[in-house]
């Protein structure tokens, strides 16, 4: 939990510093700017990511900023809870008959069906949540899709390695040096 603490400190976020387990600091976590998700380290829609990129990318000259470059990598992080199977919820009220109950138990069991939305990003999958009532060392971040609604559900990663794939803007600098040297190199040849 401390390297927790620590990557999410490095990476500008905030959270309640009195937290004495990863649910609560993902409960209180919250971010000033969006990040960008490291797609190779993830394997998330990494194809995707070159099309709409690598090509534009070797001719520039200058590595665009952190905070500008537009890709489907830029992820808002937030932290909402979403509550669809619990009766009386507000969640339960709007997304009950929206979505399908039966997979969602299917896929995590009848007990504890609420979920903490952790960020959105642009790709599929869009959104990226964890079980609410997880309470392992390191949960497990699920991904869904706005157009298949907790319909598509896949197992992206844990909890650390989640956040350590988000870059930093030094981590963010270093990676597009290293792609530049590779796209070159293998327009060379």
């Known amino acids: 939990m401390e390297n927790l ?16 387990s990863i649910s609560e600091i993902l409960q209180s976590l919250s971010f000033d700017k969006s990040v960008l998700l490291n797609l190779i380290a993830l394997e998330l829609f990494v194809d995707a990511f070159v ?12 590595i665009p900023s952190y905070d500008t470059i537009e890709t489907r ?12 199977l619990t009766e009386g919820t507000d969640d339960y009220e709007e997304w009950n008959n ?22 959105q990003a642009g790709g599929f999958p869009d959104h990226f949540f964890v079980k609410l009532n997880d309470e392992s060392a ?15 559900i896949e197992e992206i990663c844990t909890v650390s390695e989640f956040f350590n794939s988000i870059l930093t803007e030094e981590e963010y600098l270093v990676e597009m040096e290293n792609l530049k040297k590779e796209l070159e190199d293998e327009d060379a040849h």
């Open 138 to 152: 390191d949960p497990m971040v699920y991904g869904t899709d706005h157009e298949g609604w907790f319909q598509e």
């Open 98 to 119: 929206d979505i399908d109950g039966d997979s969602i138990k299917e896929y995590f069991g009848e007990e504890g069906l609420g979920f903490l939305i952790i960020g």
């Open 51 to 62: 099309d709409e990129f690598y090509d534009e990318f070797l001719e520039m000259d200058t």
């Open 73 to 84: 990598a830029r992820m808002e992080v937030w932290s909402k809870k979403f509550t669809p």
């Open 5 to 20: 603490k620590r990557r999410i400190d490095l990476l500008g976020g905030t959270y309640n510093k009195d937290c004495t």
